[in-house]
């Protein structure tokens, strides 16, 4: 067995601090008391063989504070036998000791956390059933865990970690409940941290998201982001790119499950049926659990500014202004997105000059409809040519070379690449998302060599990705909850 010590994280513990008092123990969110997350190297051999289905995983994620505690076997990774490659001998790992109120806490965040994923969050042992067991007990000491050479501090943590990074199904990993204080954000963290890992997660280095070792930003969530890899510095990732998508690979390992409620939005400064003028402010505010990764601003139904949501610590407050626009009704309405793309939304409707009666009054390419200047609704399908995101159903209308079509996202990992009919899924982005385009549409490329999922045409990329970027940027807002959108960066 490789029993690379993968990650360290160095944080000085006072020697002399007592444990009387709860906050002398570790927590994730002091950076001079942190304690040390470990990951044992895992050969995954022929009993995990590579998964390529979904879910790849057991759906199940068992929460075990260790009533009365808990034995572990030292041996292979079989969860159903609480048995782990991760202690050399055999251990007894002691209950969780804080609160009930710290327990339901701790389940409640864990819970929401993994809501959008195809895992039940359970406490009851599911017996004999193929599971994830993650115990949220016991001491780095009682399991036997030494601190690695130069290191000081205390162990939090210590999961089993594929060495490229394939998720393992049915192994334990470990919260060491008794070593960190009683905080639910923290412990939450470290469970949903640990659990990553079993799943094939490695560290980034972006506060948002359990993957971190970085304190702050609330509760963390697996961003729908491409975030860079590392732990207090950026660095490539271990299984390729330097970037890791924690919402994404988890959907993959998982499948899907519940979508978060959409975020609030509030219009703050304008009244129903009063007069407006352009260039004048709308003020809002918008919140979500999850942050805000972007707002706009839409007029009629077009949008017309967006800029990106603000960091944790700067509050929920938006303020936009209005864009040159025709006389007539408008209906202003703000949006605000999380990182997964979940758009939530207020409107009011207010009169700018007197209501249109002509097309004629309103900019080229509206109509007059009751009133209101406006754009026609989008009309086109993925694959249609076209000139502006707002004709398309999608919002997307990237351009490679002169040539535009409305287009989809599309993953290139996936075996399907879910572009509708004569499309193929092409690269458009430094990621794993690409965009459908017509087969055969980007012709000429001779010697381009075909890409997983789809064919990949280095020569064209890079306008694509730049006009799929301005694309995403302009993208028209899908009144249902919609998944998988990639989304501007949130601040870390
Ligand atoms: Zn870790």
């Known amino acids: ?116 994923y195809g895992v039940e969050v359970v406490t009851e042992n599911p017996g004999g059933q193929s599971h994830h067991a993650a115990v949220v007990a016991g001491t780095a000491d009682e399991l036997g865990i030494e601190l690695p050479p130069d290191t000081q501090g205390e162990i939090g943590g210590v999961a089993p970690l594929a060495n490229d990074c394939r998720p393992l199904d049915n192994v334990m990993s470990f919260t060491f409940a008794n070593t960190l204080q009683d905080n639910p954000i923290d412990l939450c963290w470290t469970i949903a941290h640990e659990a990553g890992h079993a799943y094939g997660l490695e560290h980034v280095n972006a506060c948002a998201d359990p993957m971190t070792y970085l304190p702050g930003c609330g509760t963390k969530y697996f961003r729908d982001e491409e975030l860079p890899c590392g732990e207090f510095e950026e660095r490539d990732c271990q299984c390729g790119g330097t970037t890791q998508n924690s919402h994404a690979h988890l959907t993959r390992v998982l499948g899907e499950g519940t979508p978060p409620e959409p975020p609030e939005v509030q219009i703050l400064n304008l009244e129903a049926d009063t007069e407006v003028a352009d260039g004048e402010p709308v003020t809002f505010e918008a919140r979500h659990p999850r942050g805000i990764s972007r707002v706009t601003l839409e007029v009629n139904g077009t949008e017309y500014q967006e800029r990106s949501g603000n960091d944790f610590d700067e509050g929920d407050s938006y303020q936009i202004t209005l864009p040159q626009h025709p006389d007539g009704v408008l209906e202003i309405e703000a949006v605000a997105y999380n990182d997964l793309g979940i758009a939530g939304s207020d409107e009011v409707t207010v009169q700018k000059g007197e209501p249109c009666t002509s097309h004629e009054q309103c900019f080229a390419g509206m109509e007059c409809d009751d009133g209101a200047c406006r754009f026609p609704e989008p009309f086109l399908e993925a694959g249609e040519p076209c000139e502006h995101d707002r004709e398309c159903v999608s919002g997307l209308c990237p351009a490679a070379g002169d040539e535009r079509y409305c287009s989809e996202r599309c993953d290139l990992r996936a075996s399907a690449d879910g572009c509708p009919s004569g499309l193929e899924c092409v690269e458009a982005d430094d990621n794993e998302l690409g965009a459908c385009w017509p087969e055969g549409a980007l012709g000429g490329c001779g010697g381009c060599a075909a890409g997983r999922g789809g064919a990949s045409f280095p020569t064209l990329v890079l306008s694509l990705a730049l006009l799929c970027a301005y694309g995403l940027g302009r993208r028209r807002r899908q009144r249902t909850a919609e998944r998988g959108a990639p989304a501007g960066a949130r601040g870390a």
């Open 1 to 116: 067995m490789n029993r690379r010590l993968c990650l360290i994280l160095a944080a000085a513990a006072s020697p002399s601090a007592a444990w009387a008092h709860d906050d002398s123990r570790p927590t994730l969110s002091d950076p001079d008391n942190r304690p040390i997350l470990l990951t044992r190297d895992v050969e995954p051999g022929a009993a995990q063989a590579l998964r390529q289905s979904t879910p790849q995983v057991s759906p199940l994620l068992f929460l075990n504070r260790c009533p009365g505690g808990c034995q572990v076997s030292a041996g292979d990774n079989d969860a159903r036998t609480n048995s782990s490659t991760i202690p050399d001998e055999d251990a007894e790992l002691s209950e969780f000791e804080h609160s009930d109120a710290v327990w339901d806490a701790t389940v409640a965040c864990v819970r929401e956390v993994f809501e959008p």
